[in-house]
Structures are given as structure tokens and as C-alpha cells.
């Protein structure tokens, strides 16, 4: 079962509900900001005072990162690109079993998006609930010149408490720490007592969050790179539509094209980052 809603803004998003998992997702940035299975908690980290508004961002959920990673050597340009501002056009619902519903977003150029990024491009993000959450992003040049683009699958997960959690997955990978900007390589799993905010390189297998009483797995295609970010007490009172002690109840692990594991795309061709989670 689905159904289209409307807030009294004109802010419209789809609720989904099958034997496994429900959703919700936002037109705008086509952004899931809910998932959960059946028998479990919500996957996502969603903040009690998000905005729910078009051409800003929700915080919480999974934002799309695209067509850049991060701040853009143009500072005037938006924080993650703008395609999670932007109003998506939904194309397709397919209850495709009782257990699993498919939906199908489609962004494209326009006059506003060449003024911040100068291509043609159409962007497909297909979203599969079931009992596990597939996320597939495709990028298409549909410009006469080369493109490149860095991007990144943006999920918040939701935590019993960011002190009783861990990451395995990446120990011996390098990293570029973004507080520091210095290399490191990963010792072990990754557990939180300060600001973490890193940019993991050649991932290349499963990673799984630790928790007290579950554990979620993320897994990737199409990326080598993984963003993890936690805003610690200071940051976490200066992000927007942030509580101060949201920290303690989210960490990012981002599914994600960044760095050296940028993409440059050719006229007509395409890229695709996948991820899974569950
Ligand atoms: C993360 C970055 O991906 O996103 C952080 O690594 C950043 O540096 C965070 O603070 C949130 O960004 P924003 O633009 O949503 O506030």
C-alpha cells in the first residue's frame, strides 16, 4: 500500500507500507527520511526539529549528495551539491510482491541547476523497500562534453547512543581526516569519543554499525569510498535543525564517490552507486 501525502506547505512526500517495511519519502531531494522493518525500529535517524520545506534539506534520513561531495572550491556554491534541495518528479510505484514496493525518482537539468552546475544530466534514483533498503543512483551525461561528479549516499542511521557503538568493516584503510586534512590508516573498528569526520578509501566490503541490541549492515556498489561522521557536543550545537544532544543518537556512514573516487562521466554514459541496508 502507498499513498501520496501533502503538507499544508505543499510538501509532498510517499508513504509506503508492505508486509516488510515501511517508508517515507520526500519529493523533494527525493529523500527517504523514514525506513523501518516490520519487526524492528527505525533504520533512520530523523531530527525532531527538521524542516520539512521544498528547497531545503531534511535532517536525518538519507540527503543525496550530488553532483558534488562536501563544499564545492566555489564557496558561494551549496554544502553536497543541490540536488537535495531540488523537487524530483516521481516516476513510477511498483508493488512489485506483498513484501516489496519499488519507487523511481527522475531529476534533470534546468535553467537554475546550469547556472550552479554547468551540464545536461538526468539523475534516476530508484528506491526498493523490503527487508532490506536499496538505494540505486544513476547518473547519465546527457552533455557534449566529459562531466565529473562526486556524490555520496548521505544516510543517518539511528543509535541507542553513540557511546555504545562501533564500526567494523574498514579497519587497515586509509582515510583523509577533514578535521585535520591528514592521512590516516584505520586500527581496529571505529568507536566515538570526539568529532569524527573522515573520508575511508578502497572500501571495498560490507561495513556493519555495532550496536547494543542490533546490528545494520551497509553494504555498496559503484563507490570505494565511505564517509563516516559523527558532530560530537560543540558541532552538533552549531549544525541547524540539530538538537544539541542529537549526537548522541546518530552516526553517518555514508555510501559515496569522494576523493580519488571521483567520476568522470562521458557523453552519454553512466554511472551507478548502489547501496544496501538492513
Ligand atoms: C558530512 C560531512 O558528510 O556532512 C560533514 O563530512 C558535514 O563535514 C556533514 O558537517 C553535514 O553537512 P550538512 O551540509 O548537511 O550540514
Known amino acids: 500500500m502507498y499513498k501520496l501525502k501533502k503538507l499544508p506547505n505543499g510538501f509532498e512526500y510517499i508513504e509506503i507500507k508492505n508486509s516488510s517495511a515501511s517508508a517515507k519519502i520526500a519529493l523533494n531531494g527525493a529523500h527517504i527520511f523514514h525506513y523501518q522493518q516490520?519487526?524492528?525500529?527505525?533504520?533512520?535517524?530523523?531530527s525532531?526539529?527538521?524542516?520539512?520545506?521544498?528547497?531545503?534539506?531534511?535532517?536525518?534520513?538519507?540527503?543525496?549528495?550530488?553532483?558534488?561531495?562536501?563544499?564545492?572550491?566555489?564557496?558561494?556554491?551549496?554544502?553536497?551539491?543541490?540536488?537535495?534541495?531540488?523537487?524530483?518528479e516521481l516516476t513510477?510505484?511498483?508493488?512489485?510482491?506483498?513484501?516489496?514496493?519499488?519507487?523511481?525518482?527522475?531529476?534533470?537539468?534546468t535553467q537554475e541547476s546550469?547556472?550552479?552546475?554547468?551540464?545536461?544530466?538526468?539523475?534516476e534514483y530508484t528506491l526498493t523497500v523490503s527487508d532490506k533498503l536499496s538505494l540505486e543512483l544513476k547518473t547519465t551525461n546527457k552533455d557534449s562534453k566529459d562531466f565529473k561528479i562526486t556524490q555520496?549516499?548521505?544516510?543517518?542511521?539511528?543509535?541507542?547512543?553513540?557511546?555504545?557503538?562501533?564500526?567494523?568493516?574498514?579497519?587497515?584503510k586509509p582515510y583523509l581526516d577533514a578535521l585535520t586534512m591528514k592521512d590516516g590508516i584505520q586500527d581496529?573498528?571505529?568507536?566515538?569519543?570526539?568529532?569524527?569526520?573522515?573520508?575511508?578509501k578502497e572500501v571495498d566490503s560490507k561495513i556493519n554499525l555495532i550496536d547494543?541490541?542490533?546490528?545494520?549492515?551497509i553494504e555498496n556498489k559503484g563507490s570505494s569510498s565511505t564517509v563516516v561522521w559523527n558532530p560530537w557536543i560543540d558541532k552538533c550545537l552549531r549544525m541547524s535543525a540539530m538538537k544539541g544532544d542529537a549526537y548522541k543518537r546518530f552516526v553517518c556512514i555514508e555510501s559515496a564517490n569522494a576523493l580519488?573516487?571521483?567520476?568522470?562521466?562521458?557523453?552519454?554514459?553512466?554511472?551507478t552507486l548502489k547501496a544496501t541496508v538492513y
Open 260 to 271: 580519488d573516487d571521483f567520476k568522470i562521466i562521458k557523453p552519454n554514459q553512466t554511472h
Open 92 to 109: 513510477n510505484i511498483s508493488e512489485l510482491a506483498p513484501n516489496n514496493t519499488q519507487v523511481s525518482f527522475i531529476l534533470k537539468d
Open 212 to 217: 547494543k541490541d542490533k546490528i545494520i549492515s
Open 48 to 88: 525532531e526539529i527538521s524542516d520539512f520545506e521544498n528547497e531545503k534539506s531534511i535532517r536525518g534520513g538519507i540527503p543525496i549528495c550530488w553532483p558534488w561531495f562536501g563544499m564545492n572550491k566555489n564557496e558561494n556554491l551549496p554544502q553536497h551539491g543541490f540536488a537535495r534541495m531540488s523537487l524530483f
Open 152 to 172: 555520496a549516499l548521505h544516510s543517518y542511521f539511528k543509535i541507542s547512543d553513540i557511546l555504545d557503538v562501533a564500526i567494523i568493516g574498514l579497519d587497515k
Open 38 to 46: 516490520t519487526t524492528k525500529e527505525p533504520l533512520l535517524w530523523l
Open 188 to 200: 581496529g573498528k571505529i568507536s566515538f569519543d570526539t568529532e569524527v569526520d573522515r573520508i575511508y
Open 114 to 123: 546550469r547556472k550552479l552546475w554547468p551540464y545536461s544530466f538526468i539523475l
